[in-house]
């Protein structure tokens, strides 16, 4: 079975760089995508965009692209959510989420749904 | 981008009381549309997949309907447990929404 575990919670200030991680313990972590989503506080949820590990493929919301970089290390099954210079505003609960599709029309990114999702690591960034 | 729309954005029930959440897209989405449940201080749970496909473990009290522009999420005699903010998500086009979420309270 799949289980995303997330890395813990981080405290930065502005400006400062970060890389928060999602592993897979399961054994398929190159037969799947990934999504990260975004949560700020008392705030609903926000696509931030997928990966696929096996190839790296990404695809970004055009809200994030550019203000985060979505990458993965299929040797250690994990992927990551990073940023060069943190903001205020990044402050929030950062979700990893397998995907998966069981429609005949699966051709990512159409179709699919967020069926696992890890615990979540909340950022908070304040001077 | 695909606009989804949830209405209402409260709603205060008591116990074994029919619950009905509309999710309505700024276009037609067919059925790629999913719903998902989020308790205070836990991780969402996909609830219904395809705007209608039952997902294993979920309590048969939760159903969706809807096609194309218009879905519903049902919770049928609302359970204490239900008290949660639920989301509908579509995955029809880049990028992917949500709703903004409609938060169910146990009276």
């Known amino acids: 079975e799949v289980q995303l575990v997330q890395s813990g919670a981080e405290v930065k200030k502005p400006g400062e760089s970060l890389k928060i991680a999602c592993k897979d313990s399961?054994?398929?972590?190159?037969?799947?995508?990934i999504a990260w989503v975004r949560q700020m506080p008392g705030k609903g949820l926000e696509w931030m965009g997928i990966?696929?590990?096996?190839?790296?493929?990404?695809r970004y919301s055009p809200s994030f692209r550019g203000q985060a970089t979505i990458s993965a290390d299929k040797s250690i099954s994990t992927t990551y959510l990073q940023w060069r210079s943190l903001r205020v505003s990044d402050t929030g609960t950062y979700y990893c989420?397998?995907?998966?599709?069981?429609?005949?029309?699966?051709?990512?990114?159409?179709?699919?749904?967020?069926?696992?999702w890890g615990k979540g690591t909340t950022v908070t960034v304040s001077s | 981008e695909i606009v989804l729309t949830q209405s209402p954005d409260f709603q205060s029930v008591t116990p074994k009381e029919k619950v009905t959440i509309t999710c309505r897209a700024s276009?037609?989405?067919?059925?790629?549309l999913h719903w998902y449940q989020q308790k205070p201080d836990q991780s969402p749970k996909l609830l219904i997949k395809?705007?209608?496909q039952s997902i294993s473990g979920v309590p048969s009290r939760f159903s969706g309907s809807g096609s194309g522009t218009d879905f519903t999420l049902t919770i049928n005699s609302l359970e204490a447990e239900d008290a949660a903010t639920y989301y509908c998500?579509?995955?029809?086009?880049?990028?992917?929404?949500f709703g903004q979420g409609t938060k169910v309270e146990i009276k």
């Open positions: 276009q037609s989405i067919g059925s790629s």
């Open positions: 399961g054994n398929s972590f190159t037969t799947y995508w």
């Open positions: 998500h579509q995955s029809s086009s880049l990028p992917w929404t």
């Open positions: 990966i696929h590990p096996a190839g790296s493929d990404v």
């Open positions: 395809y705007a209608y």
């Open positions: 989420a397998k995907l998966d599709c069981t429609s005949p029309r699966c051709l990512i990114p159409h179709y699919f749904y967020m069926d696992v």
